[in-house]
């Protein structure tokens, strides 16, 4: 079992850890982790992580006293947050699905938080296995579009929504979403970081649409904030 599973840190109070075929906490889960930990989360508010991947973000809002619900499609990243939440001692719902579609219709969050898919996808990469946890079209919102769209129905009056994704993808596009449905938005982070192994392999199909320049060696992340007022 040693040898299936890698430790990870997002933060130094939330260790997980990986099985394979999940997506591994990276620098998008760290800056998402950091901002989270600047909201106000009264005890017990109700918190969802979309698209939970290993947990890492659930296991980060329940350690601040939340009740959290976590979602993925993928079995083992379903798999993989019950295991976090078993060591950590947390209790927290998981559930297997796309997106809100298994969670009660009346249900309402103070807080939820998503770290999606997000890596724009030349159409020759499959998006089975591991790959689907960043693989997310030509345009890189094939998930983030559903997210923005379905998100500001669940939140509660004063709810907060913090999503990370990369500048490649257009935080306009997600700003005018979140904006034009009753949201109070704002870019409240950014950071650059090297390319990973996806961007290396994709930089000159990112070049060649105009998404990347010939000099560009870094991603921008940023973390979205929206609030219903």
């Known amino acids: 079992m040693a040898s299936s599973v890698t430790p990870r840190t997002v933060s ?4 997980v850890v990986t099985v394979p075929g999940v997506y591994a906490p990276q620098d998008d889960t760290r800056l998402l982790a950091a901002a989270l930990e600047r909201e106000e989360i009264p005890p017990g508010a109700d918190a969802l992580d979309l698209c939970t991947g290993s947990g890492a973000l659930a296991l980060a809002a329940a350690r601040r006293g939340a009740a959290v619900t976590a979602v993925d499609i993928s079995r083992r990243a379903v798999w993989n947050t019950r295991l976090n939440a078993l060591l950590a001692r947390r209790r927290i719902r998981v559930r297997r699905g796309d997106l809100t579609a298994p969670l009660p219709p009346e249900h309402r969050f103070d807080l939820v938080v998503s770290n999606p898919p997000y890596v724009p996808t030349p159409n020759a990469c499959t998006a089975g ?6 693989n997310a079209g030509a345009g890189g919102r094939e998930l983030l579009d559903r997210i923005c769209d379905r998100v500001p129905a669940i939140l509660r009056p004063g709810g907060r929504f913090l999503v990370v994704h990369s500048a490649l993808c257009g935080p306009e596009e997600t700003l005018l979403r979140l904006t034009s449905a009753g949201l ?3 870019v409240s982070h950014r950071a650059h970081i090297p390319f990973g192994p996806v961007l290396h392999d994709r930089r000159d199909w990112l070049r060649a649409r105009g998404l990347l320049a010939p000099w560009d060696e870094s991603e921008e992340l940023v973390i979205i904030r929206a609030v219903r007022t």
């Not at 130094?12 to 260790?15: C, E, L, Q, S």
């Open 184 to 186: 109070d938005t704002a």
């Open 129 to 134: 296995g591991r790959a689907r946890a960043w």
């Open 12 to 15: 130094p109070r939330t260790p």
